[in-house]
Structure formats: C-alpha cells, structure tokens
C-alpha cells in the first residue's frame, strides 16, 4: 500500500489541462521535495518535475509542479496523445527513512 | 551523458537469492555524490525502492526489504550490486537501477529494467 496516494486514472482530450494529485503526510510531502516520473508504456520511468515545480531540460513547459502543505499537483495543459502514460509522484520519507512512490495515476488521451 | 545497464538472471527460483549487477557507461561511479538506487516494479503495479548506496560507503534500504537486501559496489568495474535472499514468487518484477542525486529521490537516469521471475 502507498504512502502517496494518487487517482489511479485520469483522462483528457487533447488540448485540454489536466491535473493529477499526490496526497501524502507532514512525514514526507510535508517536509521534503516532491518529484514526478513518467513512464511511457514499456518504458523506464523518466523523471519529469523535480524539487516540487522544477523541469529538467528538455522537459516541456507544458509540464508544471506544485505542492502546498502535505498535497502536490501536476499539470499537463496543451494535453497531447504523447502524454498517454502513467505518472508516479515520489518523496522522501522521515519516518521510517527511504524513497515512497504514489501508487501511480494511468491518463489517457481521449 | 551517463547510461545505466542492469544485468543477471532472469529466472530465480524460490528460496535463492536474487543478484542483479548494474553497469555504469559515460561517467564514473564515484564522481559527486550520487546515490546509487534499486527500484522495482511488479507488473501492472507501481514503483517500490529497494535502496540506495553511495561510494563512499553509506548504505540506505527500504525498511519492508532490509532484513533481505544486501547492496555493493565496485568502482573499478563502474558497476553496483543487488542481492535479495530468499524470495518468493511476490519478488518477481522488473528490477530497475538509477542514479539518484543531488537528493536521493531524485533519480535520473534510469537503466532499462530487467525482468526477474521467481518460480520453480
């Protein structure tokens, strides 16, 4: 069972903004950083948002972070067909110490 | 720009020990502080980490997999280990290695994964 929990589903046609949540505790959303993978099918997870709301180069723009208390968010606007993939938050945790994973949330493009 | 490989047997049977080897290509192992991570992935299900270990030394595992984990590395061969004792058919997955840094959830890039199936 996740410590993160996130919707396991979400769905947009394309153009459209689409957010999905990370809900965790002041033990790790709480008091660290929030980071996001997204894992195109049959691939490797890649990272996406790192430190809450920061994108790696050659991340588009179209891509955006956010966390506010125990609760983060990402936002995909412009939603493309090339989003269809499954999204994963990540925190540290303080108690007991390691990485959790949210439980993954699945889009799909419309 | 840094690669990961993971290698090792891709079927396991239950009770043995599990041994996976990732291989470091386009850097060193031991330059910055990276951590140096396993995670793993059932099929159809989500990420768990396993662990993490740094060269110079500091080891971190999952408290759910401790008691069965053991993690190396060597840094002649650019390469860090994986071992998992005693599993059962609930350890089949897609064993994946990163590189994590500067923070240790921040992991990229990953290696391809490599499937492990326990069974007899």
């Known amino acids: 069972q996740s410590v993160l929990t996130q919707p396991p589903s979400a769905s947009g046609t394309p153009g459209q903004r689409v957010t999905i949540s990370c809900s965790g505790s002041?033990?790790?959303?709480?008091?660290?950083?929030v980071y996001w993978y997204q894992q195109l099918p049959g691939t490797a997870p890649k990272l996406l948002i790192y430190?809450?709301?920061q994108r790696p180069s050659g991340v588009p723009d179209r891509f955006s972070g956010s966390k506010s208390g125990t609760s983060a968010s990402l936002a995909i606007s412009g939603l493309r067909s090339e989003d269809e993939a499954d999204y994963y938050c990540?925190?540290?945790?303080?108690?007991?110490?390691?990485?959790?994973f949210g439980g993954g949330t699945m889009l799909t493009v419309l | 720009q840094v690669q990961l490989q993971e290698s090792g047997p891709g079927l396991v049977k239950p009770s043995q020990t599990l041994s996976l080897t990732c291989t470091v290509s386009g850097g060193s192992i031991s330059s910055g502080s990276y951590y140096w991570s396993w995670i793993r992935q059932p099929a159809g299900k989500g990420l768990e980490w396993i662990g993490r270990i740094q060269t110079s030394g500091s080891i971190n595992y999952n408290p759910s997999l401790k008691s069965r984990v053991t993690m190396s590395v060597d840094t002649s061969k650019n390469q860090f280990s994986l071992k998992l004792t005693s599993v059962t058919a609930a350890d089949t997955a897609v064993y994946y290695c990163a590189r994590a840094g500067p923070t240790p959830d921040r992991f990229d890039p990953w290696g391809q994964g490599t499937l492990v199936t326990v069974s007899s």
């Open positions: 430190r809450n709301n």
């Open positions: 002041s033990s790790n959303i709480g008091s660290n950083y």
């Open positions: 990540a925190a540290w945790d303080d108690s007991p110490n390691g990485v959790i």
